[in-house]
């Protein structure tokens, strides 16, 4: 089955820092993959995807590539806002059923 | 463009109770999507349509969760008795189409089972 594993939190940074979240995933087939992050008090909305190998999503500052090699989609983002604190999810689509399946969020806290 | 409107926003009951969670979709979102989120978890899919007809509902614990969507438009989710465990954030989502279309999240409903 699908499956979606993400870093563990929480994570705490200071403004400015660099912010790396790993994500890996296991799909029966050819999956597109997404971030989510949902702010404080806010729904999830979608961040970023890409949707077939070396494809690099990016939006708001923050970049993920789909590696299909090592079957990972880390998101990053070069120097993180107190405005940035959020729960980030990783998830997948896969061909066929199109429904999503999520990692368990990590939460970003960005001290300023 | 309104967002996916969702109410209640907040549900306390105590087990073996019921309760029902009402989801109006985007206007013109032909899929409508329901999640359970646990404290700590990802979201789950329980049930998604196309329209008024179910793609999928495999995820769902169909002894006593239901859910409809009539018209095609808005739809409810009922959980009848509720346990302890279906405490959780209940999301509602929806999109244009099928195909890897950008799912759109309402605001959830928490609900506590005591």
């Known amino acids: 089955g699908n499956s979606v594993t993400q870093m563990e939190g929480p994570v705490t940074l200071s403004e400015e820092a660099f912010l790396t979240i790993n994500c890996t995933y296991t799909?029966?087939?050819?999956?597109?993959l997404f971030w989510y992050v949902q702010y404080p008090g806010e729904g999830l909305q979608l961040l970023l995807k890409a949707t077939k190998a070396d494809d690099k999503g990016s939006n708001k500052g923050f970049e993920a590539t789909y590696r299909k090699e090592t079957t990972s989609f880390h998101l990053e983002k070069g120097s993180v806002q107190v405005s940035d604190s959020a729960v980030y999810f990783c998830a997948l689509s896969d061909q066929g059923d199109y429904k999503l399946s999520f990692g368990a969020g990590t939460t970003v806290t960005v001290r300023a | 463009e309104a967002g996916v409107a969702q109410s209640p926003r907040y549900k306390i009951i105590e087990k073996r109770q019921s309760v029902a969670f009402w989801c109006n979709p985007i206007s013109g979102h032909a899929t409508l999507y329901w999640y359970q989120q646990i404290l700590g978890q990802g979201p789950k899919l329980l049930i998604q349509?196309?329209?008024?007809?179910?793609?999928?509902d495999s995820q769902l614990p169909k002894d006593r969760f239901s859910a409809e969507r009539l018209k095609g438009v808005d739809s409810t989710l009922k959980i009848q008795p509720a346990k302890l465990e279906d405490s959780a954030v209940y999301l509602c989502a929806s999109s244009w189409g099928l195909a890897n279309d950008e799912q759109f999240f309402g605001p959830g409903t928490r609900l506590t089972v005591l």
């Open positions: 799909a029966t087939g050819y999956p597109s």
């Open positions: 349509f196309q329209n008024n007809g179910v793609v999928d």
